[in-house]
């Protein structure tokens, strides 16, 4: 049988969690997007001021171990060692179809139960989704994760700055995007390793309903019962993700808040915006829709080759978005030249103005945070879906 081996070593503020063994040494494939990649560094580091590292529950630190190097552990029966000791537990959220259903794991000792040492934290990448995530929950502190410096390069990250002004929040450093020759996170769920490290009971991930229900603007295929969330369940952390509202009703949120100018939604980390790539542009088109006199961020947006032919396929990545924020614009813009016939299509699509209401129990949320949100939602005046605007969501495609 294959094995795989993490090792633990800890200082003051510091983790550095390698692998080896029997782990791929060639070419694999990111599970988002298809990206070819090789490791390149076989130890995570993650850094943070105030985190006793020391004391982090093993079962906690083996699911970070995973988490980073999923793409290169074996796909078929294989023994996970740890330099720690881990509870059965562990096994039992990690072998499962999808994740690792032929992993034994093994482990030095026997921990005792995972006991949270927060309640809630925030997922916060600093974009417009986690912006809001931080309104409608005021007081539960924000965690980021940023990458650490190397021999080689630095990062400028203007979200740091951002969270600074709270010292109750965690700014936490790693290398987690740099482990593999392409640069990015290994696994989408490899997000919440800086708030793992906290230990908390709940975390908040700023997200939004495109990408949870609608297969990233296809049509209605809900990724709710991913098995992921099971995994952390598992372990003893419960993800809450803010599905219930879409882009759209996220920046509402944040432009009621007048906090639109903290949003860092671009997908460079350096800048707030780079009014080049898709992910500008599509933000943009709604604070147009929002604010007619920002409709002047859409005109001059750098209407590149790419830009163009980004724009042409169909099915359009986030098209539900495109039409209801191009469509919605007091004044047309150029876009709308480029996507007129999935507006005339679809016309108006009412759910990005309204949250799901179903969300909340889909994800679990308690009690007093699905309070917290709804009133958050009711004071800018985003409704609960509707009977009509439930069958509009419910049975959406854009082709």
Same mark, same amino acid.
Request: net charge negative.
């Given at each position: ?172 450093? %790693? ?10 996170? !290994?696994? $989408? *769920?490899?997000?919440? #390793?800086?708030? @793992? &490290? ?121 098209? %539900? ?10 004044? !047309?813009? $150029? *876009?709308?030249?480029? #996507?007129?016939? @999935? &507006? ?56």
């Amino acid at each position: 049988m294959q094995t795989v081996k993490f090792d633990a070593f800890i200082g003051k503020n510091r983790l550095r969690l390698g692998i080896s063994g029997d782990v791929s040494r060639g070419e694999v494939t990111r599970s988002e997007g298809g990206i070819a990649m090789m490791l390149v560094d076989p130890v995570l580091s993650v850094e943070c001021e105030g985190i006793d590292f020391a004391s982090i529950h093993p079962d906690v630190l083996a699911l970070i171990g995973v988490l980073a190097f999923f793409p290169v552990l074996p796909e078929t029966d294989f023994e996970l060692r740890t330099s720690f000791p881990v509870s059965a537990n562990l096994q039992a959220a990690l072998r499962r179809p999808w994740i690792l259903p032929g992993v034994s794991v093994s482990g030095n000792g026997v921990p005792g139960p995972y006991l949270p040492k927060v309640d809630t934290v925030i997922s916060y990448g600093g974009g417009v989704d986690s912006l809001a995530a931080s309104i409608l929950f005021p007081g539960i502190p924000l965690v980021h994760e940023t990458p650490l410096p190397t021999s080689t390069a630095t990062y400028t990250d203007v979200v740091n700055a951002i969270l600074r002004r709270q010292p109750e929040n965690w700014v936490v450093f %790693d290398n987690l995007r740099q482990l593999f020759s392409a640069w990015g996170l !290994p696994l $989408w *769920v490899a997000v919440y #390793i800086s708030s @793992l &490290i906290v230990e908390p009971r709940n975390i908040i991930s700023g997200t939004e309903m495109t990408g949870t229900y609608l297969s990233g603007g296809v049509g209605y295929k809900p990724r709710n019962a991913d098995v992921w969330y099971r995994v952390f369940q598992t372990i003893g952390v419960n993800i809450l993700p803010t599905s219930f509202l879409s882009e759209i009703g996220n920046a509402r949120i944040v432009m009621a808040g007048g906090r639109m100018n903290d949003a860092a939604y671009c997908v460079k980390i350096d800048v707030p915006g780079c009014n080049r790539c898709t992910k500008c542009l599509r933000r943009r088109l709604i604070r147009a829709m929002l604010n007619p006199k920002e409709t002047v961020m859409v005109d001059e947006f750098v209407r590149s080759e790419s830009i163009v032919e980004f724009l042409a396929t169909r099915p359009l990545y986030y098209g %539900d978005v495109f039409i209801h924020a191009a469509g919605s614009t007091a004044r !047309p813009t $150029w *876009v709308n030249e480029h #996507i007129a016939d @999935l &507006i005339e299509a679809h016309g108006s699509l009412a759910f990005h103005d309204a949250y799901y209401p179903d969300a909340f129990e889909h994800f679990g949320y308690p009690d007093e945070l699905r309070k917290m949100a709804e009133e958050g939602m009711a004071a800018v005046g985003i409704p609960s879906f509707d009977a009509a605007t439930r069958k509009q969501f419910e049975t959406y495609s854009q082709l």
